[in-house]
T-cell receptor
Framework: EAQVTQNPRYLITVTGKKLTVTCSQNMNHEYMSWYRQDPGLGLRQIYYSMNVEVTDKGDVPEGYKVSRKEKRNFPLILESPSPNQTSLYFC?????????????FGPGTRLTVT | KQEVTQIPAALSVPEGENLVLNCSFTDSAIYNLQWFRQDPGKGLTSLLLIQSSQREQTSGRLNASLDKSSGRSTLYIAASQPGDSATYLCAAPSGSARQLTFGSGTQLTVLP
């Protein structure tokens, strides 16, 4: 089954404790991205990757890191999480750039930073 | 910078009604627009990707139109059902064409 998977689905952590949210797709997609969704602010893009070893900042990259060492994986790293990073996070992928091709979304990761 | 607006923010209709969801965007230099559905606690599901050259795209009871000149897109849902209850989001490409900008969504409730 074609899908985008994220782990963990739910995470509660404390300020400053480094964490990684994994994202994996099995569709051989080149384009992958991370979004956060907040009430009243909608979906905002954090980072995106056009291909392996190619990543770019989205609209809200501060406090986040990403890497794309393999085509299928695109982990999101929070080196020192803060409460304002409490949010619902989505990973997405598409065949090529998201503006041209249908995007597939993961189920989401709900992160709470206390 | 692309801005996408969806009105209304919430809509409640009785089962069986036909309805229209609206999406407007500021940068009309786009070549497509996407509509998504989001169920509570779940990710987004792509409904329709409409190319500017197509002007309309249909999938089952859904029909999306795109009018670049006016900066508007509409999603028409025919014969609504309770299972259509969800949040519907539209997304338009940004100026760089590498990113999508999402609207805040319309939360639809179809009452049995």
């Amino acid at each position: 089954e074609a899908q985008v998977t994220q782990n963990p689905r739910y995470l509660i952590t404390v300020t400053g404790k480094k964490l990684t949210v994994t994202c994996s797709q099995n569709m051989n997609h080149e384009y992958m991205s991370w979004y956060r969704q907040d009430p009243g602010l909608g979906l905002r893009q954090i980072y995106y990757s056009m291909n392996v070893e190619v990543t770019d900042k989205g609209d809200v990259p501060e406090g986040y890191k990403v890497s794309r060492k393999e085509k299928r994986n695109f982990p999101l790293i929070l080196e020192s999480p803060s409460p304002n990073q409490t949010s619902l996070y989505f990973c997405a992928s598409s065949l090529f750039r998201a503006t041209t091709y249908e995007q597939y979304f993961g189920p989401g990761t709900r992160l709470t930073v206390t | 910078k692309q801005e996408v607006t969806q009105i209304p923010a919430a809509l409640s209709v009785p089962e069986g009604e036909n309805l229209v969801l609206n999406c407007s965007f500021t940068d009309s230099a786009i070549y497509n627009l996407q509509w998504f559905r989001q169920d509570p606690g779940k990710g987004l599901t792509s409904l329709l990707l409409i190319q500017s050259s197509q002007r309309e795209q249909t999938s089952g009871r859904l029909n999306a139109s795109l009018d670049k000149s006016s900066g508007r897109s509409t999603l028409y849902i025919a014969a609504s059902q309770p299972g259509d209850s969800a949040t519907y989001l539209c997304a338009a490409p940004s100026g760089s064409a590498r990113q999508l900008t999402f609207g805040s969504g319309t939360q639809l409730t179809v009452l049995p």
